[in-house]
């Protein structure tokens, strides 16, 4: 069974390939859902791991429709990762009526070729599953993650096991809060791999007399975060 490990930096990286990991997810920022890594955790992943790795094309949180700016990011993203000799890609794309973006998804696959591709847990929002997983074999993606339409994956298991037995050409990759007991059911039950971070919060200085640096009211799964420009051209003609 491959265990692959969400790993959210380089030490991550570094300690779940001693801990016995047959594969690696990066991406940075998995309170948000993971987005892309920089350039430099890239280098660093690229310098110190030997197992294979497969990189999160995700250029910001929220919702999994892009704009055209956002998906040629993606694109470039991938050419990045197959310059430096990535194992995998880990990426897809929604229409905004939560059905798959199948001709960008297939870009997506296409700038891939050479590496593996995941998709990712986009899947756990689309309308139609069984129709959604029909498409990705169609276009040639070799692993899906899935918590099974619901927070944690033992909380989808229906799903997952119907879509183990529908899945020919893609792998099923159950995802999100699994753990060892939960793990060994898995095996049993006939997947071939899974997929975890093993993350726990380790506290390194005391800010609690700090003003916080979060914004939890720019984090939205139905909106992003994007610039008003009237906000700025006001700033501007004021002090200008």
Same mark, same amino acid.
């Given at each position: 069974m491959i265990i692959e490990v969400c790993a959210n930096s380089v030490e991550s990286a570094v300690i779940a390939e001693k801990a016995g990991a047959d594969r690696l997810e990066v991406c940075s920022e998995l309170g948000i859902g993971g987005i892309t890594p920089s350039l430099g955790v890239l280098t660093r992943i690229r310098e110190m791991v030997s197992i294979p790795v497969h990189i999160l094309i995700r250029p910001r949180s929220g919702h999994f429709s892009y704009s055209d700016l956002e998906f040629d990011v993606m694109l470039s993203d991938i050419d990045r990762c197959a310059e430096m000799g990535f194992?995998? =890609?880990?990426?897809? &794309?929604? %229409?905004?009526? +939560? /059905?798959?973006?199948? @001709? %960008? /998804?297939?870009?997506? &696959?296409? %700038? @891939?070729?050479?590496?593996? !591709? /995941? !998709?990712?847990? @986009? +899947?756990?929002? &689309?309308?139609?599953? +069984?129709?959604?997983? @029909?498409?990705?074999? /169609? =276009?040639? &993606?070799?692993?899906i993650l899935s918590s099974g339409q619901r927070n944690r994956a033992v909380e989808g298991m229906p799903l997952l096991k119907k879509l183990l037995g529908k899945a020919v050409n893609s792998t099923i990759i159950p995802a999100a809060g699994i753990r060892s007991p939960f793990a060994l059911e898995l095996k049993e039950l006939g997947f071939s791999a899974l997929h975890l971070s093993g993350i726990n919060l380790y506290p390194e200085l005391d800010a609690s007399s700090k003003i916080s640096m979060m914004s939890p009211g720019l984090l939205s799964d139905d909106s992003i975060a994007l610039t008003n420009g009237e906000i700025i051209e006001q700033v501007i003609k004021t002090v200008k």
């Amino acid at each position: 069974m491959i265990i692959e490990v969400c790993a959210n930096s380089v030490e991550s990286a570094v300690i779940a390939e001693k801990a016995g990991a047959d594969r690696l997810e990066v991406c940075s920022e998995l309170g948000i859902g993971g987005i892309t890594p920089s350039l430099g955790v890239l280098t660093r992943i690229r310098e110190m791991v030997s197992i294979p790795v497969h990189i999160l094309i995700r250029p910001r949180s929220g919702h999994f429709s892009y704009s055209d700016l956002e998906f040629d990011v993606m694109l470039s993203d991938i050419d990045r990762c197959a310059e430096m000799g990535f194992e995998g =890609i880990v990426s897809g &794309v929604l %229409r905004p009526d +939560f /059905t798959l973006d199948r @001709a %960008r /998804t297939a870009a997506l &696959v296409e %700038r @891939a070729a050479g590496m593996k !591709f /995941t !998709f990712h847990r @986009a +899947f756990d929002w &689309v309308v139609d599953p +069984f129709e959604t997983l @029909a498409e990705l074999e /169609t =276009i040639g &993606v070799d692993n899906i993650l899935s918590s099974g339409q619901r927070n944690r994956a033992v909380e989808g298991m229906p799903l997952l096991k119907k879509l183990l037995g529908k899945a020919v050409n893609s792998t099923i990759i159950p995802a999100a809060g699994i753990r060892s007991p939960f793990a060994l059911e898995l095996k049993e039950l006939g997947f071939s791999a899974l997929h975890l971070s093993g993350i726990n919060l380790y506290p390194e200085l005391d800010a609690s007399s700090k003003i916080s640096m979060m914004s939890p009211g720019l984090l939205s799964d139905d909106s992003i975060a994007l610039t008003n420009g009237e906000i700025i051209e006001q700033v501007i003609k004021t002090v200008k």
